[in-house]
């Protein structure tokens, strides 16, 4: 198994400039989500997916778009690239938390360092 | 707002001796979970532990929930070198409209000096 895969590993755009950052994962796993880190802020929610074809908002999703088309990948689209995005993004997966009733450890990827010139 | 929040933001021990690091939050869990992250890597799994353990051992790991007082701590015990990361709780909120939803603190950075 693979995990969770994440491409490119690094990224530098400049501002207005759109992208789109890979992820997937090859465990069968329904819950999918976005996180970005920045220094002394922890790890902040943008998108999540609890299954192929739905998708939801998490804390900071202004800037981001998500879809879910396979249970495999859950691409994130910078749509204008800002500044404000400079971070570095990861994303995670586990079973859905719908699952039995309990939640369940998420596994991350390697994330992607992205910087807005 | 932010669910988890840690104390202290940074710790420095000697090999051997114990770390604990404390995470607070404001709301019903489900769940809360520790994470450990080596500089310029993704995040990994410690533990879990529901709202209705009090205490939960892995390893050198031992985490503790008091649900009345919103706060979880982590001990790592026999510390060493290999240990130096940064320590994030994460709460899986009850119900509602939070499901799946983990809500990380700012994390402890740990040094441990050989």
């Known amino acids: 198994n693979a995990g969770v895969t994440q491409t490119p590993k690094f990224q530098v755009l400049k501002t207005g400039q759109s992208m789109t950052l890979q992820c997937a994962q090859d465990?069968?796993?329904?819950?999918m989500s976005w996180y970005r880190q920045d220094p002394g802020m922890g790890l902040r929610l943008i998108h999540y997916?609890?299954?192929?074809?739905?998708?939801d908002q998490g804390e900071v999703p202004n800037g981001y778009n998500v879809s879910r088309s396979t249970t495999e990948d859950f691409p994130l689209r910078l749509l204008s690239a800002a500044p404000s995005q400079t971070s570095v993004y990861f994303c995670?997966?586990?079973?859905?938390?719908?699952?039995?009733?309990?939640?369940?450890?998420?596994?991350f990827g390697p994330g992607t360092r992205l910087t807005v010139l | 707002s932010q669910q988890g929040e840690e104390d202290p933001q940074a710790l420095s021990i000697q090999e051997g001796e114990n770390a604990t690091m404390n995470c607070s939050y404001k709301?019903?869990?489900?769940?809360l979970q520790w994470y450990r992250q080596n500089s310029g890597r993704g995040l990994v799994h410690l533990i879990l532990?529901?709202?209705?353990?009090r205490e939960k051992h892995s390893g050198r790991l031992r985490v503790t929930l008091d649900t009345s007082k919103k706060s979880s701590s982590l001990l790592i015990t026999a510390s060493r070198a290999a240990d130096t990361a940064s320590y994030f709780c994460?709460?899986?909120?009850?119900?509602?409209?939070?499901?799946?939803?983990?809500?990380f603190g700012q994390g402890t950075i740990l040094t441990v000096h050989p």
């Open positions: 995670a997966s586990s079973y859905s938390p719908l699952a039995g009733g309990s939640y369940n450890e998420q596994f």
């Open positions: 465990m069968n796993h329904e819950y």
């Open positions: 997916s609890v299954g192929a074809g739905i998708t």
């Open positions: 709301t019903s869990i489900n769940n």
């Open positions: 532990i529901r709202s209705n353990e």
């Open positions: 994460a709460v899986a909120n009850a119900g509602g409209t939070s499901y799946g939803k983990l809500t």
